[in-house]
């Protein structure tokens, strides 16, 4: 007997429900006849606000918005979106002589010179006062001079370095309904009010406010973070974060461009008292918020200390709070109810990572789509897969705190002392005190591979600065003319590029 699956159902219409909706289409649409396809329905509440932030993606969005077909001028003219070069991360360290250090992590990797690694003639050699990121890549210098991540004219998603996006997550949502229900999925308004299971354990129906019993065959928890199914109906356990990370809550506010004529191409993280700010630039407005540590602000300090750096654009603006649910459920595919966004899990937003996570959760479920009744190994090995996402994101996340140096406020002490690291960065901290990160020290990467891992310890100037002193003692011998005559190259190529790219904003006006 065929027992595919005939239907899957998503409850929850934020950035999580639309994306799962999107790619779940795009798959199925590649792979099989109409009649073949479980058909895609979203359940969302007319009365439930979505979270409405997150707003800088990585670059993998551009790739999933060509593969759904979605053009990219429609895109950016829909959700007012801008190109994004990487995170200018500010503040965040002092260098050896106690001044603050603002550096790049740029959507570009180091490289190969002659079988070794450029992370490590820059270590030995430096480059003048150009810092890694500037030596290794334009994005830097473009995002200074306030330049967008193409060429005029090029056809769309064509990248000759990498880019990706600031987007209204309001808007983007609404673009999604949008494409989603012309492409045939069914879009339920409604609110669910109480969760049935069967005698297994399996969601059976959901019930709605308006339209009654829903029968449920497979069903995708995208309810933000109050994990209607997953934590409420299943009772999957909640693997809470905060022994590792110290902010749990974020506050923030739209506010003009100061020059609507100059818009940042990278999104600005910016180190306050007792946590973080971002800067993410649309076209139309920039979005700003600050995550911190409730043990060491209240909410009208934070309140206080974000208006203050926001200056004249935050005057007579009162911030909105969102307590954040720091962690991730035990396991995101449990019975038939796969968890995906913030119900599934939330890492604080410093790398922009959450959307990214829900693009991969959605593939991998189509990759380990189920029939009706469920194998045990597929959703062990999902579950597997998910959590290592959670994992990688983890590190790279606590490495930022666990190496900084502030010392300015007892925050900064805390987030570098009192937390928790996980066992497999602090193996690697240990060791990249004696040599740069190399291929295999991180074992699963789908975004955070070693190269980057040498973009933030050089960006911070770690070894200048207390962390693995002598490390340079103990580089393998390098030839200082191949590190300066590739420069040279470089710095050809670099004005090259720096002269043909255009000014942001008059390529947002083109596109
Ligand atoms: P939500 O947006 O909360 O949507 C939940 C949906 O569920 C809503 O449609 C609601 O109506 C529906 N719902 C809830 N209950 C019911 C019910 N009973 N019946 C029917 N429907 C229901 N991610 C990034 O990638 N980049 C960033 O820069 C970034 N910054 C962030 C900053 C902050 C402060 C926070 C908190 C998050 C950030 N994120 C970021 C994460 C990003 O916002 C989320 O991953 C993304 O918006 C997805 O949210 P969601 O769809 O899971 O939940």
Redesign the pocket.
Known sequence: MNNRLRKITI???????WMTALILDMVFSRTSAPKDRPRICL???PN??????????VPRMPVTLRQAGISERDFFRETNASFKLGVKFCNWNKDAKGNRIDYVNPFAHGQLLEGLEAAEYFLRFGNGDRDFTQSISPHDDLARLCKGGRPLGQPEFEQRFGYAYHLD?VKFAGMLTKVCTKRGVEHIQ????AVELDEQGNVSHLMLARKGRHDIEMVID?????G?IINKALGEPFMDYSDYLPNDR?M?LQIEHPDPEKIESV?RSTALGAGWT?R?PLYNRVGT?Y?YSSAHRTDDQAADEYLEWLGDSGKGLTPRV?P?RIGRVRNAWVKNCLA????GG?IE?LE?????M?DHAVRWFAEHLPTRDIEPSLRARYNRQMNKMYDEVLDFICLHYRLGNRTDDQYWIDARTEMKIPDRLAENLELWQHRLPMEHDIEFATLFNFRVYQTVLLGKQVYDTGYGTGIRDRLRPLKKPIWFQWWKGAKVDLAQILKAMPDHKTLLRDI
């Open positions: 409850v929850g219409g934020g950035t999580a429900g359940i969302e509440s439930i606000a979505t979270v409405g932030v997150g707003e800088a993606t997550a409604d609110e669910v009010q995208c309810t933000g973070f109050r209607l974020a923030a999104t971002w993410v918020g995550v969102i954040m995906i966004g913030l119900s939330f937003p922009s990572t959450a959307i990214h829900v």
